[in-house]
Nanobody, 128 residues
Framework: QLQLVESGGGLVQAGGSLRLSCAASGRTFSNTAMGWFRQAPGKEREFVAAISWSGGSTYYEDSVKGRFTISRDNDKNTVYLQMNSLKPGDTAVYYC?????????????????????WGQGTQVTVSS
């Protein structure tokens, strides 16, 4: 399994931007679809975005479409989440996850069961 470490979280005002990074260790990163999930206090973990092994396919939760962009650099074993136009409702702990698929459809990659490795999470707080 991949070991994942997130970074880049912090406190930002509404309308601001943050870029999260997830560094992976392991030889299989370039063959693995990756995802970002988030969990707000008192709520269940929810899907945010996913990307196929090549970066050729991306998937987003509806509320972040047009604001967030997922990307990856297989040479650096890193996946990114660029978050623009942040809202207070985006406040959550953000988790990076590695799938046991190289690619799949949105319904599958949008569920936590498609992933077998998780990072420790990074806090994102958006103030109004």
């Amino acid at each position: 399994q991949l070991q994942l470490v997130e970074s880049g979280g912090g406190l930002v005002q509404a309308g601001g931007s943050l870029r999260l990074s997830c560094a992976a260790s392991g030889r299989t990163f370039s063959n693995t679809a990756m995802g970002w999930f988030r969990q707000a206090p008192g709520k269940e973990r929810e899907f945010v975005a996913a990307i196929s092994w090549s970066g050729g396919s991306t998937y987003y939760e509806d509320s972040v479409k047009g604001r967030f962009t997922i990307s990856r650099d297989n040479d650096k074993n890193t996946v990114y989440l660029q978050m623009n136009s942040l809202k207070p409702g985006d406040t959550a702990v953000y988790y990076c996850a590695a799938s046991h698929y190289s690619d799949h459809d949105r319904p599958t990659l949008g569920t936590s069961g498609a992933y077998n490795s998780w990072g420790q999470g990074t806090q994102v707080t958006v103030s109004s």
